[in-house]
């Protein structure tokens, strides 16, 4: 009777064994691991238009030329912008030669280099990060357009009389493959005075409603009454010591950049120092992805979290877009959404 037990025991046993892999199988699944990132979307072709390329640039339009250059060229790296300006903040101790020195010895594009000798623009491009990396995506896609939007904007700046030769810098109207632009230089090629202005004054009345132009205030030192009349000017950079990465411009009429002494006439975007940001429009991620994607991989990691949206996903940082520090008076007011994708 015993060994009887057992053996209906083993059968009980074995036939009980099928039936719950099956029900197993057909049973409500464990939700999936947290941990399973989704791919990353498929860069899209849209362009941006004119209107909104020329929101994207209000705030830096009627900066100075060689400037501007560098701002536009650095945006195409945004990570490596916020590795130069959390740099620059953990080396404040660094003046004059010594910073030089310091600074040569990164591996940063020059573009990048070059803005820390202009540190509150840096800081700027990278507190601003989502406005940033929208710039860079723009001058990587369309750059002509982004310089067609600026000539733009410093026509109107001129004809609502806000935008005029100071003792800071020097406006000119110039025929460039017969077309006027115009250009604007500092007084003193070695000092570099970085100009703060609210849109809505220099431009005049903003035609487009849907997109409002970006605005991102200016230091608390800087009077009301001075912004209500148009451009107002910081503290002016010494650029003596750091010649070698200065001294390029605007191409206005091939409607690109150069960005130094040592390059040639034309920029090109390196993707080496994209440090594995994707990029967000098609034709440029034919272009540059395959190399962007073997360069910075290890780097990143610090800064970009696991999962690749730590620090580049900065709509999640408050105040980044409707209102900001009080220093700023006002923010990015009207700022809109320009499609970051990252």
């Given at each position: 009777?015993?060994?009887c037990r057992?053996?209906?025991?083993?059968?009980?046993?074995?036939?009980?064994?099928?039936l719950a892999?099956?029900?197993?199988g057909?049973?409500?699944?464990?939700?999936p691991?947290?941990?399973?990132?989704?791919?990353?979307?498929?860069?899209?072709?849209?362009l941006?238009?004119?209107e909104?390329?020329?929101?994207?640039?209000a705030?830096?339009a009627?900066?100075?030329?060689?400037?501007l250059?560098?701002?536009?060229?650095?945006?195409?790296?945004?990570?490596e912008v916020?590795?130069a300006a959390?740099?620059?903040k953990?080396?404040?101790d660094?003046?004059g030669?010594?910073l030089k020195?310091?600074?040569?010895?990164?591996?940063?594009?020059?573009?990048?280099?070059?803005?820390?000798?202009?540190?509150?623009?840096?800081?700027?491009?990278?507190?601003?990060?989502?406005?940033?990396?929208?710039l860079?995506?723009a001058v990587?896609?369309?750059?002509?357009?982004?310089?067609?939007?600026?000539?733009?904007l410093?026509?109107?700046?001129q004809?609502?009389?806000?935008?005029?030769?100071?003792?800071?810098q020097?406006?000119?109207?110039?025929?460039?493959e017969?077309?006027?632009?115009i250009?604007?230089?500092?007084?003193?090629?070695?000092?570099?005075?970085v100009?703060?202005?609210e849109p809505?004054?220099?431009?005049?009345a903003?035609?487009?409603?849907?997109?409002?132009?970006?605005?991102?205030?200016?230091?608390?030192?800087?009077?009301?009454g001075?912004?209500?009349?148009?451009?107002?000017?910081?503290?002016?950079?010494?650029?003596g010591?750091w010649?070698?990465?200065?001294g390029?411009?605007?191409?206005w009429?091939?409607?690109n950049?150069?960005?130094?002494?040592?390059?040639?006439n034309?920029?090109?975007?390196?993707?080496?120092h994209?440090q594995?940001v994707?990029?967000?429009?098609?034709?440029?991620?034919?272009?540059?992805?395959?190399?962007n994607?073997?360069?910075?991989a290890s780097?990143?990691?610090?800064?970009r979290?696991?999962?690749?949206?730590q620090?580049?996903?900065?709509?999640?940082?408050?105040?980044?877009?409707?209102?900001?520090?009080?220093?700023?008076?006002?923010?990015?007011?009207?700022?809109k959404d320009?499609?970051?994708a990252?």
């Amino acid at each position: 009777m015993l060994r009887c037990r057992r053996v209906l025991l083993a059968l009980m046993i074995i036939l009980a064994t099928p039936l719950a892999a099956v029900a197993q199988g057909t049973g409500t699944q464990a939700p999936p691991s947290t941990a399973a990132q989704p791919p990353a979307p498929a860069p899209e072709e849209t362009l941006l238009k004119p209107e909104q390329l020329e929101a994207l640039v209000a705030p830096i339009a009627l900066y100075p030329d060689a400037l501007l250059a560098n701002m536009l060229a650095a945006a195409t790296y945004p990570l490596e912008v916020v590795t130069a300006a959390r740099w620059v903040k953990d080396h404040k101790d660094l003046k004059g030669d010594q910073l030089k020195a310091e600074v040569d010895k990164q591996s940063w594009d020059d573009s990048v280099k070059a803005l820390t000798s202009t540190p509150s623009v840096l800081d700027m491009m990278n507190d601003k990060l989502d406005w940033t990396k929208s710039l860079g995506d723009a001058v990587l896609a369309q750059q002509p357009d982004v310089m067609d939007a600026i000539q733009r904007l410093r026509t109107k700046a001129q004809a609502n009389n806000k935008l005029v030769s100071t003792k800071e810098q020097k406006v000119t109207v110039q025929k460039v493959e017969n077309k006027q632009v115009i250009v604007i230089e500092p007084t003193d090629p070695n000092t570099m005075y970085v100009p703060y202005y609210e849109p809505a004054t220099v431009y005049g009345a903003w035609p487009y409603a849907a997109y409002p132009p970006y605005y991102f205030g200016y230091p608390s030192y800087i009077g009301a009454g001075v912004i209500a009349a148009g451009l107002a000017f910081g503290a002016g950079y010494a650029l003596g010591r750091w010649g070698n990465y200065w001294g390029g411009g605007c191409n206005w009429g091939n409607r690109n950049v150069y960005v130094n002494h040592r390059t040639t006439n034309v920029w090109q975007h390196n993707a080496a120092h994209r440090q594995g940001v994707r990029y967000n429009n098609a034709s440029v991620q034919q272009r540059f992805g395959n190399n962007n994607l073997r360069a910075g991989a290890s780097d990143r990691m610090d800064f970009r979290g696991k999962g690749g949206q730590q620090v580049l996903k900065p709509g999640d940082r408050a105040g980044d877009r409707g209102g900001d520090r009080a220093a700023d008076r006002g923010g990015d007011r009207g700022s809109k959404d320009f499609g970051v994708a990252l």
